[in-house]
């Protein structure tokens, strides 16, 4: 199951390889998840008993008023939902779980999840979750053709295996010149919001003008660069200074090559 792979054509017209991601890596990422929501979950309690009376003592439960219980049982829920939620939105569709397992959630179109998509498919985890232990999204995740769980029916999402690299050693001209300019991602400060503003063709016109940065005469690049630039800068906030232009675009590249580059 773990070879299964699906190609996906964009609205861009665009064809995409992935390599769906099965039970096995996708119950890994999750457990990794829940161990860090378990303990995120024990320093809230241990907290709120400490800041409540003084000490830790679990004990303590036993003697709180029922609507307190209940409100620390309905504060947890959102944590935990918001956590899944808030990770696949704004951070391209991976918890640390699915980072550290090397897979992701995308929609089936191929774009990063919408905000509607990862809201959809993290309320309906209360469905997977039944009746017990997620069996109900195991058994979906298991036999169904792209290992979806109910979820993933609803919002039109899919998880993937993040693209392969094996090219440590062997950087491409482009991050040759990058690399020679002494450039990374960091020189750049890019919020989520403006992240999520780039679409398929945005990233399509940057990749083709880095493809073509070190072939095209000096006169001609710095045109191009002025007209992508007008195009690109203003949907990430960044500013047009021309004597920066240039740098400013690569490292714009850097940056949307880790959400954008993962055909196999």
């Not at 054509?9 to 999750?30: D, H, I, M, N, W």
């Not at 004990?59 to 808030?86: E, M």
């Not at 053709?145 to 109910?150: E, P, Y």
């Not at 880095?210 to 949907?235: G, S, V, W, Y």
């Amino acid at each position: 199951m773990n070879e299964d792979r699906i190609s996906i054509k964009t609205p861009e017209y665009v064809s995409l390889q992935f390599q769906v991601a099965g039970l096995g890596s996708r119950t890994a990422a999750y457990i990794i998840d829940q161990l860090i929501l378990m303990a995120f979950n024990i320093a809230i309690v241990v907290i709120f008993l400490i800041i409540t009376y003084g000490q830790p003592d679990i004990l303590i439960f036993l003697d709180l008023h029922s609507y307190l219980i209940a409100i620390i049982i309905i504060g947890i829920f959102f944590i935990n939902w918001g956590y899944f939620f808030a990770f696949e939105y704004f951070s391209g569709g991976r918890t640390p779980g699915k980072r550290a397992m090397g897979i992701r959630v995308i929609q089936e179109n191929g774009h990063s999840i919408t905000l509607l998509s990862s809201f959809i498919r993290n309320l309906l985890r209360i469905i997977d979750s039944l009746p017990t232990g997620y069996f109900l999204g195991i058994i979906m995740i298991f036999f169904h053709s792209k290992h979806k769980r109910i979820g993933d029916l609803v919002a039109g999402s899919i998880v993937v295996h993040e693209r392969k690299t094996n090219r440590k050693n062997k950087l491409s001209a482009i991050e040759k010149e990058i690399q020679t300019r002494g450039l990374s991602k960091n020189d750049l400060i890019i919020d989520e919001w403006s992240l999520k503003s780039i679409k398929m063709k945005d990233w399509k016109l940057i990749q083709t003008y880095c493809n073509r940065f070190l072939q095209l005469p000096k006169n001609d690049r710095d045109e191009l660069t002025k007209q992508i630039a007008a195009i690109l800068f203003p949907k990430l906030g960044i500013e047009q200074e021309d004597e920066e232009l240039e740098n400013k675009l690569l490292i714009v590249y850097l940056i949307l090559k880790d959400e954008w580059e993962f055909e196999l």
